[in-house]
C-alpha cells in the first residue's frame, strides 16, 4: 500500500498554530546551538593565538554571551520538547478518535468477518508511535536541517575541500538507509500483524475463560497463545536483523567520515593550508553533521513503526460500512408500524447459503404477531432485517410502505425496540444499564420501566439496588435477570415497531408468565414481532407464523393452527409431550 501522504498530514490541520509556534522553538534552538562552536573557533583561533595581555577580558566576555545564549537555548529546547510532545499526543488523541467513532459504524457484516481483538490492536497499540513522529517528524526536519545546512556553510568557508571529503560519503549512506527502511516498513506491517493475533487470541480466550475451564482446556489455550506469541518473536527477530544492520552501517560510515578528516585535516595541516584551530572547529561541526543522521537513525525506526501504523490506521478509516443512510431520505415524523417483506431474498455477506428466498409476510400496523419454528429456519434474521443489520439481496423490506433503504437509518433504529437473543449488558450500574435506551431517563423512569419488566423486585434484593454492578457482559446476573433487564430498556425506549427475540426463554414459569403479560401490554398500540420458543408464551399472538427452513409454511391463530394438524400441531405437541 502506498503511504497515505495526504491523509496524515491533514491531522495538522487544527494545529497549525501550535505548530508554527512549535517550529519557531526548533528554529530557535538550532539557530542557538549553531553558533558554540564559532565562539569556541574565535576564542582558540582570534583571542589565544595573538597578544594574550587583554585576552582574559575577552575570555570573559565570550564566557558570558555563551552562558546567555545557553540559557536561552536550554529555554527554547525546553518548550520545544514540552509543545511538541503535547501536539504530537493530541494528535493521536484524533487519531484514535476518528478511528473509534468509525469502526462504531460499520455494519453487522464487517463485524462478523473482523476480530475483536484485531480491532483493539488498531485502535490501542497500532497508533502508539504516532504521537512521536507529529511531533519529531516535521520539528527534526528543521532542526537537523538547518544544523546540517548551517555546518556545511560555515565548513565550506573554512576549508571547502575538507568539507566536500565529508560530503562525499553522504549518498552513499542515503541509499543504504533508503534500503533499510523500505525493509523495515515490511517487518513492522508483519509485527503489527502478529501482533493483532496476539490480541485476538487474548480476547477470544478471556471472553471464553469460563468455557475453557469447563472444558479443562487451559492447556489448549496456553498452547494457541504461546503459538502466536512465537510468530510475534519471529517478527521481531526479522525487524531487529534490519533495524541493526542500519544502525551498525550508518556508524561505520561515521567512523571513516571522521578518520577521513583527521587523515585529510592533518595533511592539510602538514602543506600549512589549515591551521589547529580550524581542524578543531572542523571536528566540533562534524557532530553537527553526523548528528542529524544518528537522530534520524533512531528516528527511522520509530516512523516505520509509526507509518506502518498509520497504514493500517488508513486502510481502516477507508472501510466503508455497507449499511448507510441514503443521501435523500423519506422524511417522517414516526411510523405506524406496518412491516412488509416484499419478495425478500437473503444470503449472509461471507456466506453462499441463501436464508430466504421470496419471502413474503405483512404485518398491519398495532399488530401481535408471533414468529416460530425449528432452530436455524431464519427467526433471527427476519428480525435483523428489519432494523437493516443487514440489507436484503432480493426484494425489499418497508416500514410504513415506504423501502427500510429510502428511510434515515437512525430514524429506524428509533422506531424499533429489539431485545435480540443473546442480550448484551455493559460493564456499569443496572441503572446505567436501563436507561441506556433512553439515556436521559429519570429514575422515575427507570424503575417504571423495570416495574413493566418484572426486573424491580429482583433488583432491589441486590445489595446496592439499581446501583449494582453487573460485571462484563452483565456476568454478575443470571440469564433470566439480563433478559429483563435487556426487557426494560426497551420498554424505556418506548418504540411503535417492537421485536422480542427469544425474550422469554430463559425465564422461570412464574416470572415468565408476568413477563408474558407485561409485553402484552406493552404491545398495545404497538407493532410487536415475538419470537419464542416455549410456544405457552405466544397463545395469545393475533397470528402465529410457522417458519421452516426460511419459508412460511402456516399462519393463522393458535386454535386455528391447533385445528389444522399441520407442522404447529407438531411443535406444539414435541413441547409438551416433554
Ligand atoms: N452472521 C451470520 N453469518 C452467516 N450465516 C448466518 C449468520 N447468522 C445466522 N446465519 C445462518 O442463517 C440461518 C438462519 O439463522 P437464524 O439465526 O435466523 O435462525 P433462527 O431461526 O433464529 O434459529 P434459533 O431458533 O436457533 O435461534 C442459519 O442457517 C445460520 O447458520
Ligand atoms: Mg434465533
Redesign the pocket.
Known sequence: MHFPIKHFVSYYRPYLKQLSFVLMYAFMSTALALIFPLLVRHVTGDVLSGDLTDAQDQVLQVGLLMIGLAVLQQIFSFLLDYKGHMLGARMERDLRNDLFEHVQRLS??YF?KVKTGELMSRIGNDLYSISEVYHHGIEDLILFGLRFIGAVTVLLVINARLTLVIVAFLPFMAVFTYFCNKQMNKTFMDNKKKMAEIHTQVEDSLSGVREVQSFNNEALEVNKFRRQNEHFLNSRKETYKVETALYNGVEGFIRFITIAVVLYGATLIIGETLNLADLLAFMLYIDFLVAPIRRMLVFSAMMQDAFTGFQRFSELMHTQSDIKSPNKHVELKALEGSISFKQVGFT????D?S?FKELTLDIRPGEYVA?V????????????LIPRF?DVTQGSVTLDEHDVRHLSLPFVREQIGIVQ?DVYLFSGSIKDNIRYGKPEATEEEVIEAARKANAHNFILALPSGYDSEVGQRGVRLSGGQKQRISIARVFLKNPPILIL??ATSSLDNESEYIVKESMETLAKGRTTLV?A?RLSTIKNAQRIIV?EN?RIVEEGTHESLIENAGPYYSLYNQQFKL
Open positions: 453487522f457484516s462478523d449472509y455477506p461471507h456466506s447459503q436464508v414468529l419454528g425449528a432452530s436455524g429456519a431464519g427467526k433471527s434474521t427476519i428480525s435483523k443487514y437473543q427475540d427469544e419470537i420458543h417458519l426460511g
